[in-house]
């Protein structure tokens, strides 16, 4: 695998494992780059890296934000709650206005599935999702994967549970294809409101018993209850959740001592898990966002053309 060849990152499963792989590895060397003191590589000097995020984002904006400029790429954010968007301009006309100020790569999310889609056979710029709708959230999937292959070496044979609102969840849809292509067993447990059998078509095993689940499980991904997404009480109360789906500090205890606890963020900490189980040494949610910068970077120089690095790129720069 020499390179990514595509002008686009749109969702995981046009993605070859190989070229999951490529971008995880890829990611290794930028993660050295990054955490070293003088972090900058001239990768996009000359480059323009614009965000474009019409639903909130802290982590997925900021670390693509992040990477371009260690990249040294020109950075410019649309804020879209103050821009000419809510004058009623069009998604294309918007983007055409920046393909106009000769932005390079355009960094999208949006509440509609398959926009940056849309938007990717219109522009020449390089489009990459950073979450549409339900349907997909590429770079959350490799950061994901990437932070279990950092601590494991490998997804063959893991068990991975992924644990809550699965049903609107576009992290769940791209987790499970990203897991599944490397060779790890999913198991997705919710309440069944959350959790429709539709679910069974990528492959994975359903379950609502969290607590039988919990002993079998390598790395535990445990959801946001995305309660501006639900319409009408998809669940009785959260008290109910908490007694049937948290992670607490009692169910964590069931679990194999060496399993990894991740979580996308933002947390509702107290509902999806407690702050023990959120703080405790399983836990790598602080180190997948650091691991979100290191991926975006990757992504950035693949799309640029770049080709797979060794340690004699990186050494002594
Ligand atoms: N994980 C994630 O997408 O977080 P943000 O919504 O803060 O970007």
């Known amino acids: 695998m ?5 002008k686009d990152l749109l969702d995981i499963k046009s993605l070859s494992s190989d070229e999951i792989m490529l971008i995880c590895d890829t990611a290794k060397y930028f993660k050295d780059v990054f955490t070293r003191d003088v972090k900058s590589v001239p ?25 371009a400029k260690l ?4 950075t410019i954010n ?30 999208m999310r949006h509440g509609a599935s398959l926009a940056p889609h849309f938007l990717s056979k219109n522009i020449k710029a390089s489009v990459i999702n950073g979450g549409d709708g339900y349907h997909s959230h590429p770079t959350q999937a490799l950061l994901d994967t990437y932070s279990i292959l950092e601590k494991r070496g490998s997804l063959k044979g893991l068990h991975i549970g992924i644990i809550g609102d699965i049903k609107h969840s576009r992290v769940a849809r791209s987790d499970i294809i990203a897991f599944t292509k490397l060779g790890a067993k999913v198991t997705l447990c919710g309440p ?5 059998d539709e679910f069974r078509q990528y492959g994975v095993e359903i379950t609502y ?9 390598d790395v535990i991904n445990m959801l946001r209850i995305q309660r501006e997404r639900q319409k009408g009480s998809l669940f009785p109360s959260i008290r109910e959740y908490n007694l049937l789906y948290s992670l607490t500090e009692e169910r964590f205890a069931k679990c194999k001592p060496e399993i990894i606890v991740m979580h996308p963020g933002p ?17 790598i949610i602080n180190e997948q966002v ?11 120089y693949l799309l640029a053309g770049g080709t797979p690095l060794s340690d004699a790129d990186t050494e002594g720069n």
């Open 192 to 196: 069944s409101t959350l959790l429709p």
């Open 71 to 74: 990249l040294s790429a020109n």
């Open 290 to 300: 650091t691991n979100g910068v290191a991926v975006r970077m990757a992504i950035f």
């Open 2 to 6: 020499n390179s990514l060849n595509r």
């Open 267 to 283: 947390m509702n900490r107290g509902i999806e898990l407690d702050d023990v189980v959120a703080d405790c040494p399983n836990s």
């Open 209 to 217: 018993d969290l607590d039988k689940l919990l002993p079998e499980l």
């Open 43 to 67: 990768v996009l000097r000359g480059k323009t890296v614009c965000t474009l995020f019409y639903e909130p984002s802290t982590r997925t904006r900021l670390s693509f934000e992040m990477a």
């Open 78 to 107: 649309v804020p879209v709650t103050t821009s000419s968007v809510v004058k009623g301009e069009s998604l294309i006309d918007t983007v055409r206005t920046l393909e106009a100020m000769k932005a390079d790569y355009i960094v």
